[in-house]
């Protein structure tokens, strides 16, 4: 089998569709960096069916499109197709041709083919399992996978053996069985829970349908003698009901008279509530026209009122202009003077200015003056020190040169303490030397005691390791306990559920209303929250009310009996809330629970709950330990337990049945049994938490190794070592040093007598030139007057300074006045400015004022004539009230009249609906003997109302009979009419999951067989080839390296080597590395070579490539490299992308990838052989 072509399209930067041939057995890929060369690697892989975007050197897939250049448009699409030639048959296939091809598209939508036909990723594998041929096989390495091989990430180095041991198929058919075998034991687990759940149920319903049979013979013979006793009560309301039904006719009656006389009254009355009317309408329309005159009165006062205030506001602004005009003038007559004033003074100080700038030229005239007398005497003095600082110079130099003098002396003085210095600390030196030494074998001491440690921390961590397998084994049983509660619970859910929904153990009336009648009205039964240890008793007391609806008035319950009627589903029972009222008066009873104490309802149904209970207790006592109390003998005396119940002279009781106190408060248990459910999801999804930590904890500890730990202190005992060596090195030294000291400390001694005597010289000229210096001195420059000129300058200079602050100070003093009078000659003009405005607004207000004058004259007049008119409007509105009153008084009689005549007509309605009450109390009394019928046997009133009772039994005879029926069939105990139906379905479910299960019990055992047998099958397989590989790897490497260079391949855990962690030791050229992590990148590359082509002697891949797999080489590995590429290049062939010039020589063709247009791959072939300098290249390989 061959790899004959490559096609790409769109692929990376490969733009253009690009045709790979590989018709030899030796191809190079070659290309400078950047120019597409692993995408061709990458292509392959890609094919293949590599899914990881990292191996493919992607942040996403939709980056294998070709994503466009400058010129060039984005690929829809990136496909990518390699031809197999099966001329070997290895692949599983009739085909001599086999095509595998990818595509994606940039939608997202990709596709496979096989010889064109559209297929899954799935069989391209199934096709090359076992070929050597994928993604991620040993057949296509990389650079980078080499660290990948020899470091064992992800268990690379194994997955490799197992591919080319040919086991791959079988570990992945062992993970499948694995799954189905943990789905098995799911399911046994879940078939456990029902088997045992159905057993339980299954025994009850046996015992119950033994019971049903005799309950039904003693609840016939009760239907007999309870319907003949309902006939006899029926007859009797039969005749109550005409009775009161004719006293109804009469009151109605005399009721209709009387609402005809109402009538009357009424139209008469209306007849004069029509003029009331009229003389109302007439009184309003005149009390208008008076309130029209009033508003205009008012508006007008109003007005007036505007007037004057707008009139004495204009008076007070004319007093304020005029105040304002009159100050203005005043303002203006001070500022003339000011100015004037300021006038005059500004003129006087800047004669004063004049006069002082003449001063300050004369003083600077008198300064120059001294100035240049003072140069004149500086001159000759300056020459006189000019001979005084040469002789300072000369000294200077002298006493310089005595400084460097004695600096040198200083310094060999110092040399010399120096150098005694440190032959004295010599000694300390190799005392130092030695607590080094005791510090560096301490240190070994140290480092052993570190092994130690590392060791106990290694057995601490298998302690740990094995505590917490053993805490994540005890959790995973939790976790089962629990999936076993929630399933069971999640069972008891559904069933309650769907008793709910389905109304299960109700009447077909209760059904049918539940269906087509209102949602929000409930039933007794599911109102109640019950204690549990009580629910048995309040169950068997309220049984006869558990199905009643319960109902806002008689109209809800009218409307709900006129459906059943209407369709015909019987009769259903109804408590009407606005007939029950409290009891008022609760009966106590010494050492009872109050019934309805233990009662848990909504506050709107505490009534009800009341008037159910209010008489009914709850005593913790057995039948054997009762005794009747006297004084309570209305009260009703439960047992706690539900074994009886007392009530006065009767007694019932009996053994409590298994579905006894499940009828009530179903609802409520439901959103028990949900709330129950969450917990144990919650509790769950606890306990799963709690798993993967320690699973986390676990693979943490799995991962800690310490080798690297234990190399580290190897080293730095090695280096203790060296640094003893070191330590004697340095005793030799020290007394070597001590001799050149000594040596160096004489030559100094020398060479300071000889600087001592210099010094002395240069000391005695220092004190004659110091003599010298003192007599030049002595004729200084005071003899000239150079003082006395001095002191004259001094004088002139701060007369001058003087002077010239007085001319200063003058003309500030000037700007200030002249600031002074701009500001009030602005101001006098601003004030001019404003008393004209001031004046025309004057003008303006005195107009203003005489206009408002005279409106308030007009106004005056206008008040007056209204007044007038106001005046007799209000005599004639005064006749219109007389009128209307009297009518109104005339009304009133005929309204008390109607009163009278209605209280009369309400007496005679309150006596027709006591008779109504009367006659729907017995409707309802034949009614509720019908639904007691209707409830209990299924028969209607209508069946029995024309029947003539058998009156040939007494009835006391026959009532003493039917309670005592009545009796035993309510201490006959819970039964279920259902029970033989619901036996026989249960024994057939429980014989079903038997057979399921013991079908289940044989894949178990099954799966198990069959995952032993490929263990086995793997291992030997495994094994041997492992030894194989062994084998070939040790004779590979030996040819890379040296015959006497040691390498091997050893199963870290042998007794599971299907798991087993693979060790590589490689030994090369003599060296004894801890792991391969110390050779050279060489070394490393030709290690992994070696391990390869152990694997391809074992199965040969049908190609090889080696993705720039020789970068680390150096000429003479190449060679060896591309030697053994040679070799095997008969069996395999080998694509190589190389960038070595020696690696290019040794292949039969080359493609070089270019970018002859930038972003857009391209390549072309170059077959050496066709060239006749071939030779050449075979020499220089």
């Known amino acids: 089998m061959r790899l004959k072509s490559l096609t790409i399209k769109g692929f990376k930067s490969f733009a253009n569709e690009t045709v790979v041939h590989f018709n030899e057995d030796v191809i190079g890929v070659v290309g400078p960096n950047g120019s597409g060369k692993s995408n061709v690697v990458d292509a392959i892989r890609w094919v293949l069916g590599e899914q990881k975007n990292r191996e493919l050197r992607l942040e996403q897939m939709s980056d294998v499109i070709f994503n466009g250049t400058k010129k060039r448009k984005e690929a829809n699409a990136a496909v990518v197709e390699l031809l197999f030639e099966n001329d070997r048959n290895i692949l599983p296939t009739e085909y001599s041709q086999v095509s595998i091809s990818r595509t994606l598209y940039r939608s997202g939508e990709s596709e496979y083919r096989l010889n064109n036909l559209v297929c899954r990723l799935k069989d391209i594998r199934s096709l090359l399992v076992d070929t050597g041929i994928g993604s991620n096989s040993y057949a296509i390495i990389a650079l980078g996978m080499v660290d990948d091989i020899l470091e064992d990430k992800e268990d690379a180095r194994r997955r490799m053996f197992e591919q080319a041991a040919g086991i791959s198929k079988y570990k992945s058919r062992k993970k499948e069985t694995f799954q189905k075998l943990q789905s098995t034991s799911q399911d046994l687990d879940r078939v456990e829970d029902l088997v045992f759940e159905i057993e339980g149920n299954m025994k009850a319903l046996e015992r119950q349908a033994k019971r049903t049979k005799k ?45 005809v006389a109402i009538q009357e009254q009424e139209a008469k009355l209306q007849v004069e509530k029509k003029q009331i009317l009229d003389k109302e309408v007439t009184l309003g329309a005149k009390q208008k026209e008076l309130g029209q005159i009033v508003g205009n009165i008012r508006s007008l006062e109003s007005d007036k009122s505007l007037s004057e205030q707008s009139r004495n506001f204009k008076t007070q602004n004319i007093k304020n202009l005029e105040k304002q005009l009159r100050e203005m003038e005043v303002q203006q007559e001070q500022l003339g003077n000011e100015i004037s004033a300021l006038e005059e003074r500004t003129t006087a100080e800047k004669a004063i200015a004049t006069t002082l700038q003449i001063q300050m030229e004369e003083a600077l005239a008198v300064l120059n003056q001294s100035r240049a007398s003072y140069q004149n005497i500086k001159r000759e003095h300056d020459q006189r020190l000019t001979a005084i600082t040469a002789l300072k110079n000369e000294i200077f130099d002298l006493e310089k040169s005595v400084a460097i003098l004695q600096n040198n002396t200083n310094n060999l003085s110092g040399d010399n303490s120096r150098l005694q210095a440190l032959n004295d600390s010599s000694e300390d030196d190799r005392k130092n030397a030695e607590v080094k030494l005791e510090e560096v074998k301490s240190k070994v001491e140290i480092a052993a005691k570190s092994l130690d440690q590392l060791n106990a921390q290694e057995e601490e961590k298998k302690q740990r390791i094995a505590t917490l397998e053993q805490e994540r084994d005890g959790l995973q049983d939790q976790i089962n306990q629990v999936n076993r509660q929630i399933d069971s619970r999640q069972n008891e859910f559904d069933l309650l559920k769907s008793m709910i929904e389905n109304f299960e153990g109700f009447p077909e009336s209760i059904k049918f209303l539940a269906s087509k009648w209102r949602k929000d ?113 209305n009260l009703v005396l439960l047992s706690s337990n539900g074994s009886f119940i007392q009530s006065g002279a009767m007694v019932s009781g009996g053994s409590v049945g298994l579905f006894e106190g499940k009828k009530i408060g179903r609802k409520k248990n439901l959103e028990k049994l949900e709330d129950l459910l969450k917990k144990l999801q919650t509790n769950r999804s606890d306990l799963v938490d709690k798993i993967e930590k320690a699973k986390a904890e676990l693979r ?116 200030n006045f002249q600031k002074d009078l701009d500001y009030k000659t602005s101001r006098l003009k601003e004030i001019a400015q404003r008393s004209k405005i001031e004046t025309v607004r004057l003008g303006r207000e005195r107009e203003e004022y005489i206009e408002l004058s005279n409106k308030l004259v007009v106004l005056d007049n206008d008040l007056t004539k209204l007044y007038k008119e106001k005046s007799g409007y209000q005599g004639n509105l005064s006749e219109a009230e007389q009128s209307y009153y009297k009518a109104r008084e005339a009304v009133s009689d005929l309204e008390e009249k109607l009163k009278q005549t209605n209280r009369q007509s309400n007496v005679l309605q309150v006596e027709v609906n006591q008779l109504k009450d009367n006659f729907n109390e017995v409707k309802y009394e034949i009614t509720a003997v019908g639904d007691r019928l209707n409830i209990e046997f299924g028969v209607t009133v209508n069946d029995i109302i024309n029947e003539v009772p058998d009156e040939t039994i007494p009835l006391d005879e026959v009532l003493q009979k039917a309670e005592s029926l009545k009796q035993k069939i309510q201490n006959f105990g819970e039964i279920n009419p259902l029970a033989l139906e619901a036996y026989e379905e249960i024994k057939v479910r429980y014989d079903l999951i038997i057979q399921q299960r013991a079908d289940i019990f044989a894949a178990k055992e099954s799966l198990l067989q069959t995952i032993k047998e490929i263990e086995e099958t793997a291992t030997k397989q495994f094994m041997s080839s492992f030894e194989q590989i062994r084998t070939n790897f040790i004779t590979v490497f030996r040819s890379l390296f040296t015959e006497d260079d040691t390498c091997d391949l050893i199963l870290l855990e042998p007794e599971d080597p299907l798991e ?48 720039e797999v020789d970068a680390p080489l150096d000429d003479a590995n190449i060679e060896k490299f591309n030697r053994i590429i040679k070799k095997f290049s008969g069996q395999s062939q080998f694509i190589i992308v190389t960038h070595n010039k020696a690696t290019m020589a040794a292949v039969d063709v080359l493609y070089g990838v270019y970018m002859q247009e930038q972003g857009v791959s391209s390549v072309t072939p170059v077959d050496f052989r066709t060239y006749e300098n071939k030779a050449v290249f075979e020499t220089i390989a």
Not at 595 to 619: P, W, Y
Not at 738 to 759: G, P, V
């Open 700 to 815: 943490t500890l799995r991962a800690q190794d310490v080798t690297q730990t234990v190399q580290k202190l190897n080293r730095e005992h090695q280096q203790l070592q060296q640094e003893q060596v070191k330590l004697a090195v340095q005793f030799e030294n020290i007394d070597k040093l001590t001799k050149e000291r000594l040596s160096q400390i004489k030559s100094n001694s020398e060479r300071l007598e000889r600087l001592e005597a210099e010094i002395a010289q240069k000391l005695a000229q220092i004190a004659d030139k110091q003599s010298a210096l003192l007599e030049k001195e002595a004729t200084s420059a005071g003899d000239l007057g150079l003082d006395a000129t001095s002191e004259a300058m001094s004088k002139a200079s701060e007369k001058y300074n003087e002077t010239n602050i007085n001319h200063i100070r003058q003309q500030n003093l000037v700007q």
């Open 1060 to 1107: 087993s962690h693979i060790e590589i030791i490689a030994k090369p050229k003599g060296k004894k590395p801890k792991s391969l992590s110390q050779l050279s990148g060489g070394e490393k590359t030709l290690t992994a070579t070696a391990l390869l082509f152990a694997l391809y002697l074992l199965k040969p891949a049908p190609f090889c490539i080696f993705d």
């Open 521 to 633: 009205v409930p039933i007794l039964s599911d109102i109640l929250d019950v204690d549990e240890a009580y629910k048995s008793v309040i169950e068997q007391y309220l049984e006869p009310y558990l199905n009643h609806y319960i109902v806002n008035d008689l109209t809800d319950a009218a409307a709900a009996i006129k459906i059943l009627n209407g369709a015909q589903k019987g009769k259903a029972n109804f408590f009407l809330m606005d007939r029950i009222h409290s009891t008022g008066h609760k009966e106590e009873m010494m050492g009872a629970i109050p019934a309805a104490s233990v009662v848990k309802v909504e506050e709107r149904f505490k009534k009800l709950i009341e008037h159910l209970l209010h008489n009914a207790f709850i005593i913790e006592r057995s039948i054997d330990d009762f005794r009747y109390e006297d004084g309570y003998e």
């Open 215 to 259: 309950y039904f013979e003693l609840r016939e013979e009760y239907k007999v003698l309870a319907i003949n006793n309902a006939i006899r009560s029926i007859q009797s309301l039969k005749e109550k009901y005409k009775d009161i039904n004719r006293q109804i006719t009469e009151k109605q009656d005399l009721y209709n008279k009387l609402q």
